[in-house]
């Protein structure tokens, strides 16, 4: 028997709660101090198919000197003004979640959001997120882009892993299923 795929939110966010800052960059994240990756190179040794919004897809285009880094992964990028596709890439206005649902049925490894909160939010909203890896950095932000948006539904998670990595704290939770 196949094994299901999962979806897992990989991220880093603040000490108060926020994926990006005010002007929805990460660069407070760049100053970071840690010793290693917090397992950033494990982690997407699993992943094929990565998750976007718009915003998050071009802010990571700009780091990346006008690449996109994930070529070996199938990419989706939630936009509500599509365009044509690139290679590996597809710019899609379609319901994230009805693409996860297809996706969750087709082999394959993790199914990974990268971003942003309401990609997210969406997700949680039909319960497909199975594991959140979050990465909290020791910096306050006071305001910006909240890694969880107002809850439609309660969810419950199980601790797996606490983990450290330099100054970051890392959780590891999975979805607690009935």
């Keep these: 028997m196949m094994a299901e795929r999962k979806v897992i939110c990989y991220i880093a966010q603040s000490l108060d709660g926020y994926i990006a800052d005010p002007e929805e960059t990460l660069d407070w994240l760049l100053d970071v101090e840690m010793d290693g990756d917090a397992g950033y190179g494990q982690f997407i040794e699993t992943v094929d198919t990565i998750l ?3 915003r998050t897809y071009e802010w990571v285009v700009s780091h990346e000197s006008g690449e996109f880094p994930y070529v ?7 936009t ?7 290679g590996q890439i ?6 994230p ?6 996706l969750k049925q087709q082999p394959g490894g993790t199914i990974w959001p990268v971003g942003g909160s309401l990609l997210l939010e969406r997700l949680l909203q039909e319960d497909l997120v ?5 990465s909290i950095a020791p910096v306050t932000l006071g305001d910006g882009i ?4 107002k ?9 797996e892993n606490v983990g450290k990595d330099g100054q970051v704290a890392q959780l590891h939770y999975s979805r607690r299923r009935k």
Excluded: C, M
């Design 52 to 54: 976007l919004g718009r």
């Design 72 to 78: 070996d992964q199938r990419s989706y990028v939630f």
């Design 80 to 86: 509500s003004h599509p365009k044509e596709n690139e």
């Design 90 to 95: 597809t710019f899609t206005s379609e319901d």
């Design 97 to 102: 979640a009805s693409i996860v649902k297809k």
């Design 130 to 134: 199975d594991e959140f890896i979050i």
């Design 146 to 149: 909240p890694l969880f948006q």
């Design 151 to 159: 809850a439609q539904r309660q969810l419950g998670f199980t601790l």
